[in-house]
């Protein structure tokens, strides 16, 4: 049972313009979202994240919305680097410690 | 603030052989955190570790466990090691508070079972 879902398993997107990554959830008690960038053989990097009482947090480039009515979370980078290529991961928890994670998107940034 | 450290960094084994792997938090962070990444089921949860108790247990058998010490670091030992232990094996500290906790992550031990 999947209880995070990112369907694009890649994304494509030029240099200055906009990424956006969209991720699904089910579990109507997740009350903490995350999103992680991961490189090749290393570990996650924390990007940005929202609690469900939130719909919008924004740090510098990276934006994060909560549709919780819809279950629903975007991660928006604006505007995309070629530096931000790479495995993005949202990540969920509801009480607990336990981290759920989707199945990630791979992001390509071309020049 | 130094980061999460893991060692070793790479590590290979054959089946039925034991293994542990090593995790120091960020300092100050109580609670510590284990998850395996393999190309076909992901990123899953392992075990959380706070205060030297398991707090929290994903789905694994009972080869995998952990413990954690009075400094908060965290070590994982893997037994009777199989094929499909093959995988990345990540460590993310945190706080350990309620609520908005957020872990941050190693860089991983890359164990290969032969």
């Known amino acids: 049972d999947q209880q995070v879902k990112q369907n694009s398993p890649s994304l494509s997107v030029q240099e200055g313009r906009i990424s956006i990554l969209n991720c699904d959830y089910t579990?109507?008690?997740?009350?903490?979202f995350l999103w992680y960038k991961k490189y090749p053989a290393e570990g996650p990097t924390f990007l940005i994240s929202i609690s469900s009482i939130k719909d919008k947090n924004e740090d510098g480039r990276f934006t994060v919305f909560l549709n919780k009515s819809a279950k629903h979370l975007s991660l928006h980078i604006v505007p995309s680097q070629p530096g931000d290529s790479a495995v993005y991961f949202c990540a969920a928890k509801a009480a607990g410690n336990k981290l759920t994670f989707g199945g990630g998107t791979r992001v390509l940034v071309k020049p | 603030k130094a980061g999460v450290t893991q060692t070793p960094r790479y590590l290979i084994k054959t089946r039925g052989q034991q293994v542990t792997l090593s995790c120091s938090p960020i300092s100050g962070h109580r609670s510590v955190s284990w998850y395996q990444q393999t190309p076909g089921q992901g990123l899953q949860f392992l075990f959380e570790y706070f205060s030297e108790t398991q707090r929290n247990k994903g789905n694994f058998p009972g080869r995998f466990s952990g413990r954690q010490f009075s400094n908060s670091r965290s070590e994982m030992n893997v037994s009777t090691l199989e094929l499909g232990d093959s995988a990345l094996y990540l460590c993310a500290s945190s706080p350990g508070l309620a609520g908005q906790d957020t872990q941050y992550f190693g860089p991983g031990t890359r164990l290969t079972v032969l």
């Open positions: 579990n109507s008690m997740f009350d903490y």
